[in-house]
Structures are given as C-alpha cells and as structure tokens.
C-alpha cells in the first residue's frame, strides 16, 4: 500500500556538471513519482553536496539515519561508498547512480543481485572503446597521456583497459595521477610537458570537478582531451563518450518507483547498467583544433556511435534532453 507520505535524501559527490544533471533529474522523477501515486515524495533540507569530503559524506549518512528516511539516492562512487554500510546497518535502502565499477568499489555483491539494501545504476566505461575513438579521430598518434586520479574507484578499471589497447598497438603512454582538484592543474600542466599528443581521462570526478580549468590549458598546447562522460564536453574537453541522462532519469525512476513504492526487495532488482551510446564534440575545441567535422563525424558513425555537437558552457541547460 502506498503510503501518504516518504522522506528521501539525495547525496552528490561534489559539485560539477554531470552530477548536478543526475541531481537536478532526481528530483524530478521523484515529482513524477508522487504526482502518478498520489502521494508526497519530500527531499526538503535532505539533498547534500558531499564536497569529495568521505568524512563529511559520513556525517551526512548518520545524519539521515537520524531523519528516518525511506530511501537514500547517492551521486557517485565515492557517496555509495562512504554511506553504504552505516545506512545498511540502519536497514535504509540506497538507489545509487552513475556508480562505473560498484562490484570493484565493494558496494554490491553482483549486477544481478546487488545486495539486501542496495541497488542502483551503473556507467561503466569501456577504456579500450574510449581509446579507439581516439585512435580512429588521430590514427597516427604514438604519445598518449592519461590524466585520473587513483582515489577513484570508477578509473581503475577504464584505465586498465586503455593501457592494455594501447599497449596492444605499441602506442606509448604516460600518466598523471592526481589525488584531488587543487592537484589537477598541476597534472595536466606535466602531461604537456611529457609532450603528449592527445589525453585519455575516464568518468573521473576528480579531473570532472578541474575541468573547467584544465580545458583551455589543452586546448592552447593543441592538445585533443578525449574523456568518459559528455560532461566534460561542455566545460571545454574536444570530446565525451557519452549516454543520454534523460535515459538514465527513467532508469532510476523505475528502480525508484520499485523500492520506495511498491516494497520489492533491492536484492531482487538487477543493477542497471547505461552504455555510452554517443560521442559529444566541443564545437569550439573542435575549430580552435582545426578538425573537419564531417571527418570526424564519419570517422565515429564507422565504428557505430552517433556524434553531437555541442557548446561549451559551465552547465547542462535546465532543459536539456542530455
């Protein structure tokens, strides 16, 4: 029976462009799910920006144990992480999102039964695929730098994957590795230094939260940056691999609707996983970078992407069907 009335809290990472989109469709779905049963679905004063703070990530979990609420729906890895046991202990349910690698990040048992009280999707990124894409844009290159950070759990596994690609075709790599945004700068700054001809970078949050900064230092060194998520597409990068987050907004409704309505047990409901169906080009970068877009989008379509276009900009418009 659906009940009058449920308190859900909502937990990002950090504050960037891709986990302020997955925030701003939360709350969305949880309207349309109150409006379709008739009830009060409220997040008021329980929506949080973890600040790539695990301590204070923790304090937020205990702080919504103590609010009693229904469900929790976290933004990320390292959120998922960092509140999964102290809200099982609770016996509280999570809805995780845009969480690449949960069984490595030890926050689920497998895809197809997560666990007693979690469940949620997942982007998982496919390095060897990001690196082809790069490889079909510039076939001749032979330095490639690959800019992540290690404290997150999301680029261990894409990174693994790229190495083994390029290594594969004897193209070299060098990385750089930092461990927060302050040191992000600084990383890129090295990668240009080592003369590298093009920059891999997974659906790392750390590098994400810098990427505004970092974008232009690329692109004024000439230097293509090919990233996991189309969300460093519009804060500058040449271009993002990329999956719809209207897709992943119903994705999560339906997990959401699932536990929170109609009482089925997390365990019970598979962990959805999003593919990376597209490749987003920065139409600046692209210019300032002197490719053909017809090239290009050619080049992507043969090895069965679509390819968008888009605008740099700080944010995803409040609109957008990304």
């Known amino acids: 029976m659906t009940k009058e009335k449920y308190r859900v809290g909502i937990v990002k990472y950090t504050d960037h462009a891709s986990l302020n989109r997955i925030e701003a469709g939360t709350k969305n779905i949880l309207a349309a799910l109150a409006e379709k049963h008739g009830t009060v679905i409220d997040y008021e004063g329980l929506v949080f920006d973890g600040q790539a703070d695990v301590k204070r990530m923790k304090e937020i979990a205990i702080k919504l144990v103590e609010e009693k609420v229904d469900l929790v729906i976290s933004i990320a890895t390292p959120p998922t992480v960092a509140m999964k046991d102290i809200l099982e202990a609770a016996h509280i349910n999570m809805v995780f999102r845009a969480v690449s690698d949960p069984i490595r990040a030890g926050v689920i048992d497998s895809f197809e039964h997560p666990g007693e009280y979690i469940t949620g999707t997942s982007d998982s990124l496919d390095g060897a695929e990001l690196a082809e894409v790069m490889l079909a844009v510039m076939p001749t290159v032979k330095t490639v730098g690959l800019l992540y950070s290690r404290n997150e759990f999301s680029s261990m596994k894409p990174i693994e994957e790229a190495k083994a690609f390029l290594e594969s075709l004897d193209i070299e790599w060098v990385e750089a590795t930092p461990a927060s945004k302050a040191e992000v700068r600084a990383a890129a700054e090295e990668l240009i230094v080592k003369e590298v001809e ?125």
């Not at 891999?200 to 750390?206: A, F």
């Not at 230097?223 to 992943?248: R, V």
């Not at 959805?272 to 920065?282: E, S, W």
């Open 198 to 322: 093009a920059v891999l970078t997974p659906t790392d949050n750390t590098v994400m939260s810098a990427e505004l900064e970092i974008s232009p230092v690329f692109t004024a060194a000439g230097i293509p940056q090919f990233t996991g998520s189309h969300a460093f597409t519009i804060n500058g990068a040449f271009m993002g691999l990329g999956s719809f987050y209207k897709d992943g907004d119903l994705e999560c409704q339906g997990l959401v609707e699932k536990v929170l309505i109609d009482g089925i047990k997390p365990n019970d409901i598979p962990v959805i996983r999003n593919p990376h169906t597209f490749a987003a080009i920065n139409n600046q970068v692209c210019e300032a970078l002197k490719f053909d877009r017809e090239s290009l989008e050619a080049r992507i379509t043969g090895l069965g992407k679509r390819t968008l276009f888009l605008d740099s900009q700080a944010e995803f418009d409040p609109d957008s069907n990304l």
